[in-house]
């Protein structure tokens, strides 16, 4: 986890997964995933597309901002990569979880 991003601990598998995203890279992508801090391994769970038209020096920004559920399976994160403008997407980790 070289990259300063949103993190927080998954209380659900005994602070052994980290959350996280980045910031939009040269290509505009934003990455969101998990950290296992055992065996430091990264696993991606998205890569989304930020338009240029969303910027970080005004009043229309988006922030990924991941978050998880209470039984902390999913992940919810804001992304306008679809072209609709701000949206929320729920992802589901629980298999990530298992292994």
Avoid at 59 to 73: A, F, I, K
Wanted: with cysteine; glycine share 6%.
């Amino acid at each position: 986890m070289t990259s300063n991003g949103h993190c927080s601990y998954l209380p659900i598998s005994g602070n052994e997964w980290i959350l996280n995203d980045t910031y939009p890279d040269e290509k505009r992508l934003q990455n969101i995933y998990l950290y296992h801090v055992k065996r430091e391994v990264k696993v991606l769970l998205a890569n989304l597309y930020l338009s240029p038209d969303f910027k970080f020096d005004n009043e229309l920004r988006v922030d990924t901002h991941p978050r998880y559920s209470r039984d902390g399976r999913m992940v919810v994160v804001d992304s306008p990569h679809e072209g609709y403008g701000r949206q929320m997407y729920l992802l589901d980790i629980s298999r990530i979880l298992e292994n």
